[in-house]
């Protein structure tokens, strides 16, 4: 599997997803600046990592979704290349249209940084077929846009379609936390209606190793792995 | 040369967390005549076009290509001599 991991002005979370998939899973990992453009035919999945990309200015997401780079991102995406965004990556792909609906402002106005508990709703798609549907997860969740918003007609396609893939069920360590983002319809991942994209706000990545404390992060990328290389687990 | 002057402002029914934060601290300052605040985005925009009909039009492809969100933003805008 070849991956792609793209970096914009801002991205932090580049190295953690370059990481597993290079350490962890031993795959093949490539940065590719959004100055820079590639053909589908380069990769197998383009990651778009989390971090306050291009300074959040304008709207989270919105700069980064006029990048050069993200031309290649969008023939990729059309020629069922895999796209996983993650936070910002979300965020961009929303910008971008290739997701849709936006991210408004945490309902509290803060920035929130802790672990929350997801349920996969959805887990036939090549991001969740390693975890059961319905199974609650926790990850890290860390932003200050995370509340999705779409028109009612986009929600009620989204729930129809069955395109949710994750929502939140709990915030804080022990998930009985006030829900500080507020996201329409608890929406913490999304996919487009082919399937190939999804975005996320909470970041797998951050917990896809023993030594952080938490692997439930670890399955949404061997669960890529597995969609490429089919009946195998790791 | 114009310049646009460009506001843009959350669509009816979005919520918007700053304008509800505001709100109460300027109740707390005695402002009882206000009754409402909401918050916005101001761009100005400096635009070499012939006429204006041809600046209103850049205006309108930029706001709709990257400074406004059309899922949740409106927006307004006048043109001026710069």
């Known amino acids: ?234 | 040369m114009l310049v646009a002057k460009i506001f843009t402002f959350p669509k009816a029914g979005v919520l918007d967390p700053q304008g509800s934060a505001v709100k109460p601290v300027i109740s707390n300052l005695g402002f009882t005549s206000v009754k409402d605040i909401q918050t916005g985005k101001y761009f100005e925009v400096k635009i070499d076009a012939c006429d204006v009909a041809e600046a209103r039009k850049t205006v309108q492809e930029l706001c709709s290509k990257v400074l406004v969100n059309p899922v949740v933003e409106d927006y307004e805008f006048e043109i001026l001599e710069a």
Do not use: W
């Open chain 1, 1 to 234: 599997m070849r991956c792609a991991v793209i970096q914009f002005a801002g991205s932090s979370g580049d190295g953690d997803c370059c990481h597993v998939f290079k350490n962890i899973l031993g795959q093949s990992a490539d940065y590719v600046f959004h100055k820079e453009t590639f053909k589908p035919a380069d990769f197998d999945i383009v990651v778009l990592p989390g971090g306050a990309s291009h300074g959040d200015y304008l709207r989270p997401g919105a700069l980064a979704a006029h990048t050069k780079v993200m031309e290649s991102v969008k023939e990729a995406a059309n020629s069922g290349k895999l796209i996983l965004g993650i936070g910002n990556g979300f965020q961009i792909l929303l910008e971008a249209g290739l997701l849709p609906g936006t991210m408004l402002i945490n309902k509290d106005i803060k920035f929130y940084a802790d672990e929350v508990l997801v349920k996969v709703e959805n887990n036939a798609t090549p991001f969740t077929n390693l975890y059961k549907k319905d199974e609650v997860i926790r990850l890290i969740l860390s932003c200050k846009y995370g509340s999705y918003f779409a028109d009612a007609k986009t929600i009620e396609q989204l729930k129809s379609q069955n395109k949710i893939v994750l929502t939140y069920c709990g915030f804080g360590k022990n998930g009985d936390e006030e829900d500080p983002v507020a996201s329409m319809e608890n929406i913490a991942a999304i996919a487009n209606q082919e399937g190939n994209i999804l975005g996320l706000m909470p970041h797998p990545e951050r917990c896809a190793e023993e030594i952080l404390g938490n692997t439930d992060g670890l399955r949404m990328f061997q669960s890529i792995l597995q969609y490429f290389e089919g009946g195998k687990t790791l």
